[in-house]
């Protein structure tokens, strides 16, 4: 079961009030949209925004009773302008963004998120994906070793990241690398025994790397923000949730940005981090970081 991060902080931080309109671009199973529902009462609208239809199913489930008015819609956040014109929104009060993936998607979704299982090496936040969209099987079958090396480098922090890639190519020669465990061994074979005892598996942060590439991560980040601070009204507040140092960045230098051009305030002078209970509570919280900005 995924347990909403930081829950209390985006609750209290977004300053919601009876009747407000609030997106929440990543609802996932609605664990802070639930709550967000409480404070805008009945005359207020919540917009879930998720990629993952089979989240959104469960996400109508858990709302059902919920107090306000619910709008579901699949889509990627990126799409934010268009997503609340196409429901007749023009301006909202605050807006959610938690990045990432639930550790339901993780769980149960099939679509080889963890190393701990045996699974086609999809790794698409969508649970749908088209022949369009881009795969974790097609990155390790076909780009170039340098391409993969900087990926994993580049959005995993992998020390071992050429070892990796030299041996992905090397691997893929002889037999097409199809599912999660098939890479486990691949990287396995690259990095040093001394890295296999370590308390951080040896293939998280290749596994990471490419869950970031294949969704566009911090593509999509980047074009969300700026269309975020567009749809908030007067005194509205935008909330984002990072678990990784290089979107925590991005969401950092453009809320300074935006300071700079007198566009807001930046409510969190330093990002607010879970407490130890909550971290002990639920591991998973211990990267979070909750940055907020408010616009003038
Ligand atoms: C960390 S979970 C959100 C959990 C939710 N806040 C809760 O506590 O119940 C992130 C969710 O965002 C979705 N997601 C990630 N990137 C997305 C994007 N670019 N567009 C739409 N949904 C996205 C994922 O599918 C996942 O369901």
């Known amino acids: 079961m995924h347990i909403p991060v930081l829950l209390k902080e985006v609750i209290d931080s977004l300053s919601l009030q009876e009747g407000d309109v609030v997106v929440d671009g990543t609802l996932n199973r609605g664990g802070h949209s639930k709550e967000i529902c409480e404070l805008i009462g009945k005359s207020g609208t919540l917009i879930g925004i998720d990629l993952d239809q089979g989240a959104l199913d469960e996400a109508k489930k858990n709302l059902k009773n919920a107090k306000c008015k619910i709008i579901l819609e699949k889509d990627n956040f990126r799409n934010l302008d268009k997503v609340i014109a196409k429901v007749g929104i023009e301006k909202v009060n605050a807006i959610l963004i938690d ?5 339901d998607q993780m769980d149960d979704g099939g679509r080889g998120f963890s190393f701990g299982r045996d699974e086609k090496l999809l790794m698409t936040l969508k649970d749908n994906p088209t022949e369009d969209d881009l795969t974790a099987r097609e990155i390790v079958n ?9 990926i994993i480098y580049g959005y995993g922090g992998e020390t071992f990241s050429r070892h990796i890639a030299s041996k992905i190519v090397e691997s893929r020669k002889e037999k097409s690398i199809e599912t999660t465990q098939d890479l486990v061994s691949v990287i396995e074979k690259a990095v040093p025994s001394w890295y296999k005892h370590k308390k951080i598996h040896f293939a998280t942060k290749t596994f990471q790397a490419l ?4 969704n566009d991560e ?3 980040l980047k ?4 269309k975020a601070i567009e749809a908030l009204e007067e005194n509205g507040r935008l909330a984002v949730i990072s678990f990784h140092s290089i979107e925590d960045r991005v969401v950092k230098i453009f809320f300074k940005e935006q ?3 007198s566009v807001g305030e930046i409510i969190t002078k330093k990002p607010i981090a879970p407490q130890r209970e909550e971290v002990k509570a639920n ?4 990267s979070a970081k909750l940055r907020i900005f408010e616009k003038k």
């Open 99 to 103: 990045l990432g993936f639930s550790s």
């Open 142 to 150: 076909s780009w170039d070793e340098e391409n993969i090396a900087d």
């Open 211 to 214: 869950r970031i590439t294949v």
């Open 218 to 220: 911090i593509g999509a």
């Open 223 to 226: 074009e969300v923000l700026p």
């Open 259 to 261: 300071k700079e051009a």
């Open 283 to 286: 591991p998973r919280s211990r």
